[in-house]
């Protein structure tokens, strides 16, 4: 052993460039005693003992000759942003030396009692006390600081960058590296801290964010001046408190078993809540829906979506009384019926848009929606309400002059139907297919609109027959139309622009075609078009 000739007299500590993921290479030389003194270097450099008064047991530096030590990090994995690094040298250190300086720099790197919360206010003094340089305390190899940093959590992640420059230059790395992040957000934390975090991570493919309590309400009350807000993914959030005087829109979506909503936003006009289909959410939508009505009484459009909708709740919302309204959306709930409809008729007069998709409502709820709405409403949704049959549809066309937009998708339904794919079907079979389902009853749909641009007839098995004479319609969709029958079809719809029939006969998209061509040239041979439009409907 070599001590030192004087307490006082100490060795520069070696410095290594921090391992860089893409496998570049560092290396340092023992023996290199005229480099210039690097910042942090109070430790001795081959135990990691504070250097003052201190005499090391430990052997020299090897000799020039020996060789030099290479830290060769391999390539970041993509999964963890892991580096693994190989370390030659001439011979292995002894056991003994090993588990004490193992046990010294487990001393210096121990941060085990440290407070790293992300709100934690000593770590600027924290910074400044363990100033170390990029090759940590002892020589260590940057590929070890690599590993070290690595499985700290987020927080102690950013605390660790403010230790010194090499530690702070192989976290950037690691969050360059990061495809995935599980990040959870305490009580007194601030939600900076999350944006903060996702600005360092270019490469990031998976988030899972947990806030606890109630942060999207600290958040919103922070934010004086937010006027929308829309989040998706709200699964996890238990319930919150919104008050704001500037809030005017919004959307939040994948809701679940909400124990509190309650609204103070007196000047908000759209809100969009989404709950997830899953049969065990316990949200009180009655008594949301009656928060929302007396805080919120300027609203405009209501969208609401969950399987927990009744009729309690659209009592809950007329209740309110909300002048303002103007489009309301109630999807998915079963509870929903007609009389739920004539509750609606009764309080909002001037609705423009109703969508009961989902409902149970039947035609008698669609001939209140007509006598109460002739003059407002232009967009009327009424899809998956199997109740509705095509008489429905033909009036509510028939007395809402101003409809522009109407989506009746999976009302006409056979359930029985199993007719035959559309890949492999032949005029023959098809024939054969329509004749032995004759007990059958099939619908036939027949309407003339002056003003209608867009019918969706989607997955409407149950029809057979279709007859639209619509000047303006430019978008239809056919899909899955699967027993609509390629001679019953007429198409007097000369802005007609999209057509939509996918799973439906062969026969039938190639009559489609066939009718949308001779519009093309409608205005070119108008007598001849005029034959054709006639025979068609004779066959019809």
Known sequence: MHPHPHPHHHHHQPHISPATPGGSTASFDYNN???????????????GLPKKGHVCHLPPPPAADSPVAVVTPAPTSSSSAVAAASLSSSRPPPPSSVRHQSSNLRRALSF???DMR????????????????????????????????RRLPPAGLLAAAAVCKGWRDTAKRLWRAAEELRIRVPPRAQLGFVGSVLQKCPGLVRLSLRMERDELGRFVADKRCLTSLKMEGCSNLGGFVLCSSSLSTLWLSDLHSLSKMVFNCPNMREISLEFSWQENDITDLVGMVD?????????????????????????????????????????????????????????????????????????SGIGMICNVLPGTLSRLLLA???????????????????????????????????????????????????????????????IKHARLKKLSLWGCSGLDALCL?????????????????????????PSLESVHATG????????????????????????????????LWLGF
């Not at 206010?121 to 070290?148: A, I, K, N, Q, Y």
């Not at 009746?408 to 007719?419: F, H, L």
């Open 112 to 114: 085990d009692d440290i």
């Open 504 to 535: 439906c006969h062969k026969l039938l998209v190639a009559n489609i075609k066939n009718q949308v061509s001779v519009i093309m040239i409608e205005f070119e041979y108008p007598y001849i078009v005029a034959a054709c439009l006639l025979s």
């Open 33 to 47: 005693r005229h480099s210039k003194k690097q910042r942090g270097s109070y430790n001795c450099g081959r135990c």
């Open 384 to 446: 998956l309400c199997p109740n509705v049959t095509s008489s429905g549809i033909q009036f509510a066309t028939a007395q809402l002059p101003h409809l522009e937009l109407m989506d009746c998708g999976m009302t006409i339904c056979d359930p029985s139907s199993d007719s035959p794919s559309s890949g492999g079907s032949n005029e023959f079979e098809l024939q054969t297919t329509f004749e032995n389902k004759l007990h059958l009853i099939y619908q036939k749909l027949i």
């Open 118 to 149: 992300c709100d934690s206010p000593e770590l600027g003094e924290l910074g400044s006390e363990l100033d170390l340089d990029g090759s940590g305390p002892g020589g260590l190899p940057s590929s070890c600081t690599w590993e070290v940093l």
């Open 469 to 493: 004479n619509c000047p303006k319609l430019n978008d239809l969709n056919l899909n899955s139309c699967k027993n609509l029958h390629p001679e019953r079809l007429l198409l007097q719809c």
């Open 291 to 363: 928060n929302m009505g007396r805080s919120c009484s300027r609203l405009q459009n209501i969208h609401i979506a969950s399987v927990r909708l009744s009729h309690a709740a659209v009592l809950a919302l007329t209740a309110a009384n909300l002048r303002s309204l103007r489009m309301l959306s109630l999807v998915l709930g079963a509870g929903i019926t007609d009389a739920s409809v004539a509750a609606i008729s009764s309080c909002y007069s001037k609705l423009e848009l109703l969508d009961l998709s989902g409902s149970s409502i039947s035609d």
